[in-house]
């Protein structure tokens, strides 16, 4: 049985940096897509960042770019989300994901990925 934790979410202020980590057991991520959803209070879960299984390719949304870095330490089977100059609109849930047969046209999409972590709270404020 798959599982995902994360951890390194917090209280920041505007401009910081966190870097989040989501650590699995129960499988080896080596050959998986992994990725970082953000879930705002009353919204849905939106894509945030993917390192692709096929390429080994990283994808972000247009918010994410030049600001967020997914990276994954096979060794560790655990994938990072490197956030830097934080905004107060990055607050909400982060939530890791992991599929092992997702295809590219569904890798922002939420409803294809098996397996979730329990979530970590990141808040950006002064």
């Known amino acids: 049985q798959v599982q995902l934790v994360e951890s390194g979410g917090g209280l920041v202020e505007p401009g910081g940096s966190l870097r989040l980590s989501c650590t699995a057991s129960?499988?080896?991520?080596?050959?998986?897509?992994m990725a970082w959803f953000l879930q705002r209070p009353g919204k849905e879960r939106e894509f945030v960042a993917a390192?692709?299984?096929?390429?080994?390719?990283?994808y972000y949304a247009d918010s994410a770019k030049g600001r967020f870095t997914i990276s994954k330490d096979n060794a560790k089977n655990t994938v990072y989300l490197q956030m830097d100059s934080l905004r107060p609109d990055d607050t909400g849930v982060y939530y890791c994901?992991?599929?092992?047969?997702?295809?590219?046209?569904?890798?922002?999409?939420?409803?294809?990925?098996?397996?979730w972590g329990q979530g970590t709270q990141v808040t950006v404020s002064s």
């Open positions: 994901a992991l599929d092992s047969t997702i295809i590219l046209s569904s890798l922002f999409d939420a409803r294809h990925y098996d397996h």
């Open positions: 390192l692709f299984r096929s390429y080994g390719r990283s």
């Open positions: 129960g499988r080896t991520i080596n050959r998986d897509t």
